[in-house]
């Protein structure tokens, strides 16, 4: 009964003050949570600027080591092994203009870090509304949420973002023209980037929750497969310019496994309702 509340799990059956007051405390830990982590950022600002955001131009990065040695091993040509820093130089054009980026950014990457803790309020706000059985199911999919939001980033910033800066720092169109960056410029397509690619690798997720209420099916799925990989392909080249069709496919491939993690979710997602449906009309 709405209003009363359940002294076996108190949250189970509240009126709707109550939830809103519920509510306003999940959003106040997870607030607190982007906090404590933004802090913790900005207390080591130095090392988070220059090692992790600026340590792409490094020859030293991991990825242009592993490229390097990669094609030093194989033979494969010397086009995708960067065994020098990248030039690049950044600008601050405003005054206190690196102080409000520190700040930022600080918000920034702590609301990266906290970003499982926020799901995690989230799904303490939805669980008690849910049975044991929907609970724990409800779990997997968060950690599952959480999981292929932190690949999607780690593939970004190793990946996507170091080819994508070396590309916009050499590429010109005459000798006359120098590329000058801002560090608003930087810091903007950095945070875009990390983001959106998150965003991309959520692609399981979303057609696991379209195909469990019957909008995607994998049957539909298979039958678009070589579209699919033309525009994964595009998209591959789009995001990563070079021509070297090596560094295409590193970021083609975990797009297209991504696809085919769809696929096989949805078609899991078909039979289950397909006995749902069997046994509802028994």
């Known amino acids: 009964m709405l209003g009363k509340k359940n002294p076996a799990n108190p949250e189970a059956e509240m009126g709707f003050f109550d939830h809103l007051e519920a509510l306003r405390w999940h959003l106040i830990r997870s607030v607190i949570a982007v906090v404590v982590c933004a802090s913790f950022v900005g207390v080591f600002y130095d090392f988070v600027f220059d090692k992790i955001i600026l340590g792409i131009c490094s020859k030293d990065f991991p990825t242009y080591r ?75 999919i968060i950690l599952a949420c959480s999981f292929f939001f932190f ?67 994998a049957k539909a799925m298979r039958s678009a497969r070589r579209y699919a990989i033309v525009i994964i392909l595009i998209v591959a080249g789009v995001i990563t310019p070079s021509p070297d069709v090596f560094t295409q496919c590193l970021v083609a491939v975990p797009i297209y496994i991504l696809y085919e993690l769809s696929i096989f979710i949805a078609a899991r997602n078909d039979k289950r309702r397909m006995k749902e449906e069997q046994n509802a009309s028994v």
């Not at 999607?152 to 996507?160: A, H, K, P, Q, S």
């Not at 960056?181 to 696991?208: H, K, Q, S, W």
Request: charged share 15%.
């Open 66 to 140: 592993l490229l390097c040695y990669i094609t030093r091993t194989y033979h494969i040509g010397d086009g995708i092994c960067i065994d020098k820093d990248i030039p690049l130089e950044l600008q601050n054009l405003a005054m206190f203009g690196q102080i409000t980026l520190l700040f930022q950014y600080s918000l920034i990457i702590g609301f990266v870090l906290a970003f499982p803790y926020i799901i995690f309020e989230l799904w303490r706000f939805v669980a008690p509304a849910l049975g044991e059985k929907q609970q724990k199911k409800t779990s997997l």
């Open 151 to 217: 690949v999607g980033v780690v593939f970004c910033y190793f990946i996507i973002i170091p080819f994508s800066v070396n590309f916009a720092v050499n590429f010109t169109i005459s000798s006359k023209i120098k590329n000058n960056f801002t560090i608003d410029n930087y810091i903007d397509f950095f945070t875009v980037m990390l983001l959106a690619i998150g965003a991309v690798f959520e692609l399981p997720m979303v057609v696991y929750f379209l195909s469990r209420f019957g909008i995607l099916g």
